[in-house]
């Protein structure tokens, strides 16, 4: 089964193909890219829902038509030295961010778990007369994981969660 990763394809389901991710890893030294090729087609399918979730309304720029199936390609983006991406690409670490993705999904760790909040109790509270309770919860805690192998390849393509853009130093 070949998967579609054409750039602004109204049926795209990846940024990348499996043998793109082969070669990423290979140079890399990584040897855990393995598996059928159906799997690793799912794997990079299944990473790149993982992305499209997790950073949607976060991409900088807009999409290049109403009628793409993927956030990228896009237009009005520039690379981190300030030169514009072609509005018709997909750039490279978007495309690695999807490899990485799909490597963590192929080797068993669940990019999408529910999530159980832990309740940590940040201040408690106790007197005895008349008698009282009071406890305060942590509501600081990250709701999940970040997974820095994708967050730092995505760095100049996302804002953070308050519209302001992240650009490497």
Known sequence: MAIDVTAGSATAVAYGSAAEAATYFTARGISTWTGTEG???????????????LY???WVGVKT????????????????????IASDAIPTAIKRANFEAALLILTGTDLEPVLTRGNAIKRKKVKAGPAEVETE?????PTRSTVTSID?????????SNGIDLLRA
Request: proline share 4%.
């Open 39 to 53: 799997d690793k087609e799912e794997a990079l399918i299944r990473g790149c829902d993982y992305l499209e979730r």
């Open 56 to 58: 949607a309304g976060r």
């Open 65 to 84: 038509s109403s009628t793409q199936a993927l956030a990228w390609p896009r237009a009005y983006v520039n690379d981190l030295d300030g030169y514009p």
């Open 137 to 141: 919860y942590d509501g600081g805690a």
């Open 152 to 160: 730092g390849l995505l760095t100049g393509f996302i804002t953070n």
